[in-house]
């Protein structure tokens, strides 16, 4: 019986294979103006993306430190760098867009060093609504929050699923940040 009276803590190892929801939204608690909030189900903050200016951001964590800093180049080509926007070390990944059809957009990710692992972005920033796919399989997807009887949708506030695997979910939200960005 000592057993039943014991808290279930789960297998970190089982939480690596279950999808994680954040959502985001302008008008969590603590927010300065003119971030972005991405919670846990629990509203916790787990991410705050703060803006710069119109070709910089940063994506910090719950307690505002730096990790990773956004710039926008030229032609929609995106560099994210370790570390704060005025320090920026080392070169993480580069977000080109290869197509813009009407309202539909594709990006490619491509990752600084060696690794050979690029990712496709391919979505329509207007309804926030994206999937991230690494060859054939899907790394994170967007949706705006739908509710029960609700005629029109808001884009206040939207979904970000990510899926199990080997991806940083502090990397996937600067991902879908650039993205949204266009």
Known sequence: MADSETPYHPDPEDLRRIPVDLFA?????????????????????VFILRKSSSSLKSLLDSSGVPLFSISRLHNGVWELHKGDVEKRKDLVLTVKRTSKRFSKTESEVSFAGESSENLVIKGVPF?????IYSQDSI???TSLMYKLRQI???????????????????????????????
């Open 25 to 45: 939204s302008k008008k969590l608690p603590g927010l300065s103006s003119g971030d972005l909030g991405f919670a846990d189900s629990s509203e916790h903050l």
């Open 127 to 131: 309804q926030k609504s994206c999937t």
């Open 139 to 141: 790394v994170a997807q």
């Open 152 to 182: 029109y949708v808001g884009r206040s506030k939207f979904r970000l699923t990510i899926f199990p695997g080997s991806i940083d979910h502090s990397l996937v939200v600067a991902m879908v940040a650039i993205f949204l960005q266009g």
